[in-house]
């Protein structure tokens, strides 16, 4: 049962990702004059703070930092390296904070590059604290083997997620005992990704390796309820649970879907 606290594709000479970049815009500034204009740039959201006091007096965080004090992270966008960095010490600090209390990591991601997702996946396996995975939004790519990987019994999406599966992808040019090379490397991270997904998938029905490739041989989209059956996630959450002040049913399963 969740609980929760309560708040809120290319290869490059040197890796292989799976990328799904998002149209990103600069702000531009100019050298030769201040500027006055406080128009933020097209698509740029601004991130809320909360100010709390303390002991008197009060603190300001960002709504992320605040979050990261009740054990909830904030996977959002598409997965490169300096997101990974960021989640990896987050979930460090986490365990190193309370080894025992678990870890809640809310994912809304397209996806993005091999090397950098499972180096997220590795640190999630590898610390004490156990870490449950909540899709809201998407769950595309790596973000959906980030979401299977979450501690067995705890990895959940929300009614109306969508998640898709799919095999590595990505170029290559140069001499071809590189390009030899480099396809060889691709086939070994794309069985590498594919045994990840057996050992995660618990549906009703254990897919084979070779079922596994199957499915994942192009874009393999699915809903919150395809994802349950075939064990990606073990719940869909429609709900939080009310506390039994709140005249709920306490620790008892989330409402039935």
């Known amino acids: 049962m969740l609980s929760i606290p309560r708040l809120g594709r290319s290869l490059t000479r040197s890796s292989v990702s799976t990328l799904r970049p998002a149209a990103a815009i600069p702000r531009s500034f100019s050298s030769c004059a201040p500027s006055f204009d406080r128009t933020p740039a097209r698509g740029w959201t601004p991130t809320p703070f909360v100010t709390e006091t303390v002991g008197g007096g009060w603190h300001t965080y960002d709504i992320f930092s605040r979050l990261l004090k009740e054990r909830i992270i904030c996977l959002n966008g598409e997965v490169d390296e300096s997101m990974s960095a ?120 254990q897919l084979s390796l070779d079922e596994i490739e199957k499915l994942m041989e192009r874009d393999y989209f699915m809903g919150a309820q395809e994802a349950l059956e075939i064990g990606l996630v073990d719940e869909i959450l429609d709900r939080r649970v009310k506390s039994k002040e709140n005249g709920g049913v306490g620790e008892g399963k989330p409402p039935a879907v």
């Open 86 to 205: 960021s989640i990896v010490a987050q979930l460090l600090f986490l365990e190193a904070d309370n080894p025992q209390k678990p870890i809640h990591l809310y994912i809304n991601s397209p996806g993005g590059s091999v090397t950098a997702g499972l180096a997220i996946y590795d640190t999630m396996t590898y610390i004490a604290s156990p870490v449950s995975t909540i899709c809201v939004g998407q769950a595309a790519s790596m973000g959906s083997l980030l979401l299977c990987g979450g501690n067995p019994g705890k990895r959940y999406c929300l009614p109306h997620s969508s998640i898709m599966i799919h095999q590595p992808s990505g170029g290559y040019f140069g001499q071809a005992t590189d390009i030899a090379i480099h396809a060889k490397e691709i086939l070994r991270v794309r069985h590498q990704l594919n045994q990840i997904y057996q050992r995660h998938l618990t549906g009703k029905k």
